[in-house]
Protein backbone atom coordinates (compact mmCIF):
# COMPACT_ATOMS: atom_id res chain seq x y z
CA UNK A 1 0.00 0.00 0.00
CA UNK A 2 1.48 3.38 -0.66
CA UNK A 3 1.12 6.54 1.64
CA UNK A 4 -0.46 9.36 -0.08
CA UNK A 5 2.17 11.73 1.26
CA UNK A 6 5.82 10.54 0.76
CA UNK A 7 5.01 8.18 -1.51
CA UNK A 8 6.85 5.05 0.38
CA UNK A 9 5.46 1.75 0.03
CA UNK A 10 5.80 1.09 3.54
CA UNK A 11 2.60 1.61 4.26
CA UNK A 12 0.92 -1.15 6.56
CA UNK A 13 -1.94 -2.15 8.77
CA UNK A 14 -1.73 -0.29 12.27
CA UNK A 15 -2.35 -3.64 13.89
CA UNK A 16 0.65 -4.67 12.54
CA UNK A 17 2.53 -1.71 13.44
CA UNK A 18 1.43 -1.72 17.09
CA UNK A 19 2.55 -5.68 17.58
CA UNK A 20 5.77 -4.84 16.26
CA UNK A 21 6.34 -2.31 18.40
CA UNK A 22 4.88 -4.35 21.35
CA UNK A 23 7.39 -7.42 20.28
CA UNK A 24 10.03 -4.45 20.60
CA UNK A 25 9.24 -3.78 24.35
CA UNK A 26 9.15 -7.43 25.38
CA UNK A 27 12.41 -8.20 23.45
CA UNK A 28 13.75 -5.18 25.78
CA UNK A 29 12.67 -6.64 29.07
CA UNK A 30 14.06 -9.79 28.63
CA UNK A 31 17.59 -8.04 27.99
CA UNK A 32 16.93 -5.38 31.05
CA UNK A 33 16.33 -8.70 33.01
CA UNK A 34 19.57 -10.27 32.45
CA UNK A 35 21.90 -7.27 33.09
CA UNK A 36 19.75 -6.99 36.22
CA UNK A 37 19.89 -10.56 37.35
CA UNK A 38 20.95 -9.81 41.08
CA UNK A 39 20.07 -5.75 41.01
CA UNK A 40 17.37 -6.45 43.70
CA UNK A 41 13.69 -5.83 43.52
CA UNK A 42 14.42 -1.79 43.23
CA UNK A 43 16.15 -1.60 40.18
CA UNK A 44 13.83 -4.11 38.77
CA UNK A 45 11.02 -1.87 38.99
CA UNK A 46 13.15 0.70 38.02
CA UNK A 47 13.82 -0.87 34.73
CA UNK A 48 10.42 -1.68 34.08
CA UNK A 49 9.61 1.77 34.20
CA UNK A 50 11.72 2.28 31.09
CA UNK A 51 11.13 -0.23 29.36
CA UNK A 52 7.15 1.03 29.30
CA UNK A 53 8.65 4.05 27.84
CA UNK A 54 10.61 2.47 24.89
CA UNK A 55 7.94 1.61 22.92
CA UNK A 56 8.12 3.10 20.01
CA UNK A 57 6.40 6.20 18.92
CA UNK A 58 5.03 4.57 15.51
CA UNK A 59 3.40 1.76 17.69
CA UNK A 60 1.82 4.45 19.76
CA UNK A 61 0.58 6.12 17.51
CA UNK A 62 -0.67 2.66 15.88
CA UNK A 63 -2.07 1.53 19.28
CA UNK A 64 -6.15 0.55 18.84
CA UNK A 65 -8.77 2.22 20.72
CA UNK A 66 -9.52 1.32 24.02
CA UNK A 67 -13.17 0.37 25.94
CA UNK A 68 -13.51 2.76 28.79
CA UNK A 69 -12.96 1.17 31.90
CA UNK A 70 -15.89 0.57 34.18
CA UNK A 71 -13.79 -0.23 37.38
CA UNK A 72 -12.48 3.04 37.89
CA UNK A 73 -15.53 4.78 37.98
CA UNK A 74 -16.80 2.39 40.67
CA UNK A 75 -13.72 2.45 42.28
CA UNK A 76 -13.76 6.26 42.67
CA UNK A 77 -17.26 5.74 44.07
CA UNK A 78 -16.55 3.20 46.74
CA UNK A 79 -13.41 5.60 47.90
CA UNK A 80 -15.75 8.63 48.13
CA UNK A 81 -18.07 7.27 50.11
CA UNK A 82 -15.18 5.34 52.71
CA UNK A 83 -13.40 9.20 52.41
CA UNK A 84 -17.07 11.01 53.62
CA UNK A 85 -18.09 9.07 56.21
CA UNK A 86 -15.51 9.66 58.48
CA UNK A 87 -14.68 13.21 57.79
CA UNK A 88 -18.77 13.82 58.37
CA UNK A 89 -17.83 11.74 61.88
CA UNK A 90 -14.62 14.42 62.24
CA UNK A 91 -17.41 17.67 62.06
CA UNK A 92 -20.02 15.97 63.90
CA UNK A 93 -17.63 15.22 66.96
CA UNK A 94 -16.47 18.95 67.02
CA UNK A 95 -20.04 20.54 66.28
CA UNK A 96 -22.54 20.26 68.92
CA UNK A 97 -26.24 19.39 68.29
CA UNK A 98 -25.75 19.48 64.62
CA UNK A 99 -25.40 15.62 64.42
CA UNK A 100 -28.54 15.88 62.55
CA UNK A 101 -28.13 18.51 59.90
CA UNK A 102 -24.68 16.65 58.94
CA UNK A 103 -26.30 13.45 58.58
CA UNK A 104 -28.86 15.61 56.40
CA UNK A 105 -25.41 16.56 54.63
CA UNK A 106 -24.32 13.71 53.99
CA UNK A 107 -27.15 11.74 52.67
CA UNK A 108 -27.53 14.69 50.29
CA UNK A 109 -23.40 14.59 49.03
CA UNK A 110 -24.12 10.22 48.61
CA UNK A 111 -27.31 11.17 46.40
CA UNK A 112 -25.78 13.41 44.05
CA UNK A 113 -22.46 11.55 44.31
CA UNK A 114 -24.10 8.47 43.44
CA UNK A 115 -25.98 10.55 40.78
CA UNK A 116 -22.58 11.67 39.04
CA UNK A 117 -21.30 7.94 39.13
CA UNK A 118 -24.36 6.79 37.43
CA UNK A 119 -24.19 9.72 34.77
CA UNK A 120 -20.25 8.88 34.25
CA UNK A 121 -21.48 4.87 33.96
CA UNK A 122 -23.93 5.86 31.19
CA UNK A 123 -21.73 8.40 29.32
CA UNK A 124 -18.91 5.38 29.20
CA UNK A 125 -21.64 2.93 28.21
CA UNK A 126 -22.49 5.40 25.71
CA UNK A 127 -18.86 5.27 24.36
CA UNK A 128 -18.43 1.45 24.67
CA UNK A 129 -21.15 0.98 22.49
CA UNK A 130 -21.94 3.88 19.90
CA UNK A 131 -18.34 5.58 19.67
CA UNK A 132 -15.88 2.80 20.25
CA UNK A 133 -17.16 0.29 17.35
CA UNK A 134 -17.08 3.07 15.32
CA UNK A 135 -13.20 3.90 16.28
CA UNK A 136 -12.43 0.44 15.94
CA UNK A 137 -14.25 0.09 12.77
CA UNK A 138 -11.94 3.06 10.94
CA UNK A 139 -9.06 1.55 13.01
CA UNK A 140 -9.39 -1.81 11.35
CA UNK A 141 -9.68 -0.09 8.00
CA UNK A 142 -6.75 2.42 7.58
CA UNK A 143 -3.16 1.78 6.73
CA UNK A 144 -0.17 3.49 8.31
CA UNK A 145 2.67 4.57 6.89
CA UNK A 146 5.98 3.32 8.67
CA UNK A 147 8.67 5.63 6.93
CA UNK A 148 6.64 8.81 8.06
CA UNK A 149 3.80 7.58 10.03
CA UNK A 150 0.54 9.14 7.92
CA UNK A 151 -2.61 7.32 9.02
CA UNK A 152 -4.62 7.09 5.82
CA UNK A 153 -7.52 5.50 4.29
CA UNK A 154 -7.34 3.62 0.98
CA UNK A 155 -9.32 4.70 -2.09
CA UNK A 156 -12.36 2.90 -2.41
CA UNK A 157 -11.73 -0.01 -5.22
CA UNK A 158 -8.05 -1.22 -3.89
ZN1 LIG B 1 4.55 8.17 4.33
New binding site residues.
Partial sequence: MQ?P????E??VKPSVVHASGLSDIQFHSRGHAWALGDGGLLLGFGSTKAIGTSQTQLSKLAAPPRKKRYRYLILAWLIGFFMAEPLIDVFTASARNSDALLRQDFQTFAYVFSALVVLGLAIFWRFNHVIFPRRRDVWNRSFM?Q????VFHPPPGQ
Fill in positions: CKCKSDACRCGE
